[in-house]
């Protein structure tokens, strides 16, 4: 099994609708985050978490939330859709005790299309 | 200026040859300093730190150069296996954890 897996890895969902992304990590950190990779733009962080009980917004977090369900479980949803948040999702865990920026482990992503 | 900035590339080279990419950041009081690499449609994969004294691993070679605030990865002996995008990652220390990365070069070696 993969260290951090991401669900769906796929959605084409329609504007105004609802959706969650989910992830799970088996690494045992407590660092989680969501970027969104977009062709030009880079991987941009919506909202990490240090623990359970600790959630932060990122630079881009409008349109956005979270939820931190356990170490292992960090979910992304959108509360309604639209097609600028058409992108390619990651989950990502990190232990920095390499280094902040060290050690980040991806999920494999989740390319969401909104019409 | 952007935080980090970098080559998009494409860089395209023939098996064996020697490449070099650099990648800028702007705020000196940035800490640390990574290459990941990307293949297409994949997540980003760790390759290496990079050390203020230089690095190597195998193939590639990580500086550092702070007084021109900029790092690089050097590819010597290039593969096929080595085509990627390589995205340059930057820490800097602040109100919370800023961690930048790069929006990558592409890189394609040619048979």
């Known amino acids: 099994d993969a260290d951090v897996t991401q669900t769906p890895r796929n959605r084409i969902t329609k504007t105004g609708k609802r959706i969650m992304l989910e992830c799970s990590q088996t690494?045992?950190?407590?660092?989680m985050y969501w970027y969104r990779q977009d062709p030009g733009l880079g991987l941009r962080l919506i909202y990490y978490s240090f623990d359970v009980k600790d959630i932060n917004k990122g630079e881009i977090s409008d349109g956005y939330s979270v939820s931190r369900q356990a170490q292992a479980k960090f979910s992304l949803s959108l509360e309604s859709a639209i097609p600028n948040q058409t992108a390619l999702y990651f989950c990502?865990?990190?232990?920095?005790?390499?280094?902040?920026?060290?050690?980040?482990?991806f999920g494999s992503g989740t390319r969401l299309t909104v019409v | 200026r952007k935080e980090v900035e970098q080559d998009p590339g494409p860089f395209n080279v023939p098996e064996g040859a020697t490449v070099a990419f650099n990648c800028t950041y702007s705020n000196s009081a940035s800490q640390s300093f990574f290459w990941y690499r990307q293949d297409c449609r994949k997540e980003p994969k760790l390759l290496m730190s990079v050390y203020s004294s230089g690095n190597e691993d195998g193939r590639f070679t990580a500086q550092l150069n702070r007084a021109s605030q900029y790092i690089s990865l050097l590819i010597r002996d290039s593969k096929l296996s080595d085509s990627a995008t390589y995205l340059c990652v930057v820490y800097l220390r602040g109100g919370y954890q800023k961690v930048t990365f790069g929006t990558g070069t592409k890189l394609q070696v040619i048979p």
């Open positions: 990502a865990t990190s232990d920095p005790t390499g280094g902040e920026g060290y050690g980040y482990t």
């Open positions: 690494k045992g950190h407590d660092r």
